[in-house]
């Protein structure tokens, strides 16, 4: 008989038989959702399994639709239960690993002085456990609890709230739980633990918060970032890369607000943008997956005026001759108002006499065209390729060399001189 060792690779999951038998130990870990968990003690060399469960209720069977619906019923104070909490059931090689480092990699990897949360996963199904199988692993849990301790009240945080208890009612999560960010890569980017290491432990790189000194008062945009997460790789490559709105943006892998400033609350995975003004936080937008016009609708919701949002979001016209830029003749480039990518040029705008700057020609690239039949009228529509969001509309009756009119709102326009 072979064991087999599942290993995570690049994203994938291999299989590879060890040379004889292995002498294997296993003990049950609540970190809050069991996705991140079931990553992070994967990558322990001498782990050899990390499975997904539910663990440490008054049910002897429960799946995942139960322990929602029984926390729902705690939360409203109708039971009285001990709900269940999402464990992961981590089996090891305790030739190659010891019980005490797999412990210390569970301290490390959450944060275990949130009590029934973790992060914004609020419940007490989401509480940070241990369940042993032994007087051993008790004794372990409690001495490495007791030691990692006192090196988080160094750091500034409270008592642990870690609930260590014999194992008890261990269900196994259902199939498309398990391994659940092997199979979905870009899924959950979780900021994991609190970088305080375990005494005798190298120290973690951890990251340095950002100076608020150092940073514009009056509106900041911070992108909270972690490593090894694809949706930061890809909001970066998507919009960071080439960012040139006028909010000016920073990044860091801290998990603190700039010194002197504050956030509403703690962050909970990334990327998480958040919008500073005056040094605190008046919104965030967590999560990327590719979705650029949501994430510029969602700055644009905070940094516009209600006029402009009107026009740019609810397909709005300015009255004729009040909107800006109508008489605007310097050499320069008109610009998106919250993404500050270019759409026309000065050369390009003429007179046409109907109230509305008027171009024949848009950059390249800078524009979509779609069908508009509203107020009983078929029109072409011009918007923003960038942030999405409603310019005006294009007509065939302007001058050469195109013969086209693109009638925009003067006031979703920001001009920006040569």
Known sequence: MRLLTRCLLSGILLATPLAGMAKTDSIVLGMGCFWGAEKRMAAVPGVLDVESGYAGGDAETAGYRDVLNLETAIQRGRSRARNHAEVVKVSFDTDRVSLDQVLIAFWENHDPTQGDRQGNDVGSNYRSAVYTNSPAQRAAAIETRDAYQQALSAAGYGPITTEIAPLRNYNRAERYHQDYLVKNPNGYCGLGGTNVAYPGEPEKARARALKGSDLNRKRQLVVFEAEECPFCEKFRAEVLDAWSSEVPVVTTYAVEAPKGWKLDKALFATPTMVLFEKGREVSRYTGYKGDKERFWAWLGQRILTPEQRRIAFEQGTERPFTGSH?????????????????????????????????????????????????????????????????????????????????????????????
């Not at 108002?337 to 008027?358: C, H, N, Q, Y």
């Not at 024949?360 to 524009?367: N, Y």
């Not at 011009?382 to 050469?400: K, N």
């Open 326 to 418: 109508l008489d605007e003749k310097r050499p320069g480039v008109f610009v998106d108002p919250i993404s500050g990518e270019p759409l026309f040029r000065t050369d390009a705008k003429f007179e046409s006499g109907t109230g509305w700057p008027s171009f024949f020609q848009p950059i390249k690239g800078a524009i979509t065209l779609h069908q508009d039949n509203s107020h009983g009228m078929r029109r072409t529509e011009v918007r923003s390729a960038s942030s999405g969001i409603h310019l005006g509309h294009v007509f065939e009756d302007g001058p050469p060399p195109t013969g086209r009119r693109y009638c925009i709102n003067g006031d979703v326009l920001v001009f920006r001189p040569d």
